[in-house]
């Protein structure tokens, strides 16, 4: 059974740092791109970033780039995005998702993990 | 920056057939998806590359293409496909977009 599992969400002060993690299990994870799509509290979806299948090619959304990092580690199976200087805008659920090929569309996502930035 | 617009939302009664469209740019040239979401659910695929239905997913969802818009059906609507749906696609630099999300309520 294919699983994706977030944690590392909670409550963070502006301008502080958070660093997610997406445990996968139930396929083989360095075949898949994977992504980060973020929700706010009550809105859309919006697309974060994505990586490779071996990491070798990122791309990030504009409202993140320069102050997210995404990161994989194939050996462990695991996708993380590390969260620095953030913001109230940056608090939402962050789930992580994966795509067999590059535009081929998000076919499993996990639950999610939020993320709150407030003092 | 690159926008996919959907309706905010549509209503249907049970059996009868919904439509929710997606419109932007360079659909005519990438690919769209379309999501289903349910409240505190995280969603699911039910429609990649325009018109692809995955495993799993009934058949009364089906998508197409037209243009610089894409359309998401859902023929004999049930109560359990009231959701907020959402498509996506990529912009022309090949970064991710989605669309602003329609939720379909079943009247």
């Known amino acids: 059974e294919v699983q994706l599992v977030e944690s590392g969400g909670g409550l963070v002060q502006p301008g502080g740092s958070l660093r997610l993690s997406c445990a996968a299990s139930?396929?083989?994870?360095?075949?898949?791109?994977m992504h980060w799509v973020r929700q706010a509290p009550g809105k859309g979806l919006v697309w974060v970033s994505h990586?490779?299948?071996?990491?070798?090619?990122?791309s990030y959304a504009d409202s993140v780039k320069g102050r997210f990092t995404i990161s994989r580690d194939n050996a462990k199976n695991t996708l993380y995005l590390q969260m620095n200087s953030l913001t109230a805008e940056d608090t939402a659920v962050y789930y992580c998702?994966?795509?067999?090929?590059?535009?081929?569309?998000?076919?499993?996502w996990g639950q999610g993990t939020l993320v709150t930035v407030s003092s | 920056s690159y926008e996919l617009t959907q309706p905010p939302s549509v209503s249907v009664s049970p059996g009868q057939t919904a439509r929710i469209t997606c419109s932007g740019d360079?659909?005519?040239?990438?690919?769209a998806h379309w999501y289903q979401q349910k409240p505190g659910q995280a969603p699911v695929l039910v429609i990649y590359k325009d018109s692809e239905r995955p495993s799993g997913i009934p058949e009364r969802f089906s998508g197409s293409s037209s243009g610089t818009t894409v359309t998401l059906t859902i023929s004999g609507v049930q109560a359990e496909d009231e959701a907020d749906y959402y498509c996506q696609s990529t912009d022309s630099s090949g970064f991710y977009v989605f669309g602003t999300g329609t939720k379909v309520t079943v009247l």
């Open positions: 990586m490779n299948f071996d990491g070798s090619t990122t």
């Open positions: 998702a994966r795509e067999y090929n590059w535009k081929d569309g998000l076919d499993y």
């Open positions: 360079a659909l005519p040239k990438q690919y």
């Open positions: 139930g396929f083989t994870f360095s075949s898949y791109w």
